[in-house]
């Protein structure tokens, strides 16, 4: 079985597929419906997904949609730590992932009670995330990027999109070995729209049970993106839930252990069912 060992030593197995919630403390992410820039707002949204079965809550503080600026780490760490902390005083238990490439954003947020390192870059962007998953014995999520959020969109390439995603993990794989990471503390994630067009986005979906090799726990984050509206002939973000929720199902099928979502209980009741069928 699957599994990840956290911070203090617990095994974290993954006999089912595990919801992330997913909570923007930004006013620029793509879905405008969950930005919650408010502190109260926001953690009253977390407990909100909690009820409605989120396992893992990812925090993020600077939007990596297409085109994005990036923000200071200073105005990122004063989006996401307030955050955590007012997690943290209603909630022990909930797993909470902070959504960063910035090793000092990510110690902020562990020492306010994040238990996962959410690395868009996969440990590419700032040389120091590794020291700060070995400093504080956490899991870290290695995802595949192609360019930075600001130019990532343009035109991206591939020869064997599936392949070549898979040896840019197998590299990270070995970098955060070498670092002295263990191998229960690393996630892998495809990174759906970062980097890709339309046809690599669905090729890795349909293929995601291919990442599986490396026997490590897998991650989809696929909720409302553009592939969604471009699949359902050109729909807006606001109309892409049942798109996802036929690839969370999907993906449930595929043995996929962690699905990244906006909408917690319409996906978690489609995924329960889906489990109980296979």
């Known amino acids: 079985m699957r599994h990840i060992e956290l911070k203090d030593g617990t095994i974290y197995n993954f006999e089912n597929m595990k919801i992330m919630g997913i909570l923007n403390a930004t006013d620029d992410s793509f879905f405008p419906d969950s930005r919650v820039p408010n502190v109260d707002n ?13 396992d893992i809550l990812d925090i993020g503080g600077e939007s990596t949609r297409p085109g994005s600026d990036p923000v200071t780490v200073e105005e990122e760490i004063g989006r996401v730590v307030p955050v955590i902390k007012g997690i943290r005083k209603k909630n022990k238990d909930i797993l909470i992932s902070i959504d960063t490439y910035r090793s000092q954003t990510a110690e902020e947020a562990i020492k306010a009670g994040a ?15 590794a020291d700060i998953s070995l400093k504080y014995n956490v899991p870290v999520i290695l995802m595949h990027i192609k360019g930075t959020p600001k130019n990532m969109q343009k035109n991206p390439h591939y020869d064997d999109v599936v392949k070549e995603v898979k040896d ?8 955060a070995l070498k670092k002295g990471i263990k191998k229960d503390k690393l996630i892998l994630d495809p990174g759906i729209g970062f980097g890709k067009n339309f046809d690599h986005n669905m090729k890795l979906i349909k293929g995601i049970d291919e990442f599986l090799v490396f026997d490590l726990p897998l991650l989809l984050a696929v909720s409302r993106k553009s592939s969604i509206g471009e699949a359902l002939g050109g729909v807006p973000v606001e109309q892409r839930l049942e798109g996802t929720i036929a690839v969370s199902c999907y993906a449930a099928l595929k043995d996929v252990d962690i699905i990244r979502v906006h909408d917690v209980l319409e996906n978690s009741r489609a995924i329960k069912m889906t489990e109980v069928l296979k």
């Open 42 to 54: 926001a953690v009253n949204r977390a407990m909100k997904m909690i009820k409605d079965g989120a």
């Open 115 to 129: 238990d996962i390192i959410n690395d868009i870059s996969a440990m590419t962007f700032d040389e120091n995330m």
């Open 168 to 175: 840019f993990l197998e590299e990270r794989i070995n970098f």
